[in-house]
């Protein structure tokens, strides 16, 4: 099984989201856009794991949750990983909290417990808006999102976490919620 946790984002933030998407897809060269029910933010990607291992990773998140309190969430301004010149991903942009973070590192330390280990130490929340195939220039793209710094796309209470198993099809990537952890501290 393919699986991540991740912070659903509300409807109206989702719109937002596809409005801004709809402004940039006709600049845009090469482009394979998520689809609504398929923006998060990450917390933590877990990669291909054997089905057995399920329970005790739901049960990590649980007890996670269950000692950290609801917080407020922000999405906000456009950027890119990648070069501006040849970008890889496009993004909106999350409001860096303390919150966010400990919950991260505290679902992290849990997992480590099963082996599972981090792709990367460096956390940047976000949501991913599109990935760019390789070898394809998107400046004009790049210079429309950057005009778009600032732009807001709302706000939300996290009140928890979801377990996704991500399958992928010639279509894109089809998400399926496994489990939700509440944030109850």
Known sequence: MRLFFAIPVPDDVKISLCNAVDRLAPIASGVAWCKRDQLHITLAFLGEVAPLILPHVTAAADRVCATLPPFVCRAYGLGVFGTKRMPTTLW??????????????????????????????????????????????????????????????????????????????????????????????
């Open 92 to 185: 909106a942009s999350i409001d860096p909290s303390p919150e966010l973070d400990l919950l991260h590192e505290q679902l992290w330390l849990e997992l480590e417990k099963y082996g599972l280990k981090k792709k990367t130490s460096d956390f940047r929340p976000h949501i991913t808006l599109g990935r760019c195939r390789s070898k394809t220039n998107n400046r004009n793209l790049v210079r429309a999102m950057e005009n778009d710094g600032e732009i807001e796309f709302g706000d939300w209470t996290v009140k928890g976490v979801t377990l996704y198993e991500s399958r992928l099809t010639p279509h894109g990537a089809l998400h399926r919620r496994l489990n939700q952890s509440p944030l109850l501290g």
